[in-house]
């Protein structure tokens, strides 16, 4: 695996990744979900689940379309933009757990609250493919904002 670091212009110490990279997964998100509702069973939806679960947890090492456009794609590649990885980690948890509610919903028998909550997932997995803005992304930011509020106005 290339090193990252040394590509990098994000603040020292923190894990990176590159933007393409993030997007290919978020692609891979998208399309499943869309799958899963196009053939109509909610089971399907256990793939991107199990894929955002193992992102969350294991960073780019349990990303496997992360991991496949750093071997194959970006060596082909012209020079790449690296990011924070803590975001699109705290995106894909927050995927996680929606996907995990959707499949619950799904086996409670509300299958109409499980295909909502799972095509927003895809929906803002689609959206963050596409134009590359990540509203999980964007919500990292605001939890690390208010806890920073929170513990300096902590008396």
């Given at each position: 695996m290339p090193?990252?670091?040394a590509d990098a212009t994000a603040a020292?110490?923190?894990?990176l990744l590159d933007t393409r990279a993030a997007r290919?997964?978020?692609?891979?998100?998208?399309?499943?979900?869309?799958a899963a509702a196009a053939l109509g069973d909610w089971r399907l939806?256990?793939?991107?689940?199990?894929?955002l679960a193992l992102a969350a947890a294991l960073g780019r090492r349990g990303n496997l379309p992360v991991r496949a456009f750093d071997a194959y794609v970006r060596p082909r590649l012209s020079s790449a933009s690296f990011e924070d990885a803590r975001p699109p980690r705290f995106a894909s948890t927050v995927g996680a757990?929606?996907?995990g509610a959707s499949l619950l919903?799904?086996?409670?028998?509300?299958h109409a609250?499980?295909?909502?909550?799972?095509l927003a997932v895809?929906?803002?997995?689609?959206l963050a493919a596409a134009t590359g803005l990540c509203i999980g992304c964007r919500l990292y930011w605001v939890v690390v904002l208010v806890r920073r509020f929170r513990i300096r106005s902590a008396p």
């Open positions: 090193d990252l670091a020292p110490g923190f894990p290919t997964a978020q692609a891979v998100v998208a399309v499943l979900v869309a939806l256990a793939l991107p689940a199990l894929h757990v929606f996907l919903a799904h086996a409670a028998g509300a609250l499980g295909w909502v909550l799972a895809g929906a803002l997995a689609g």
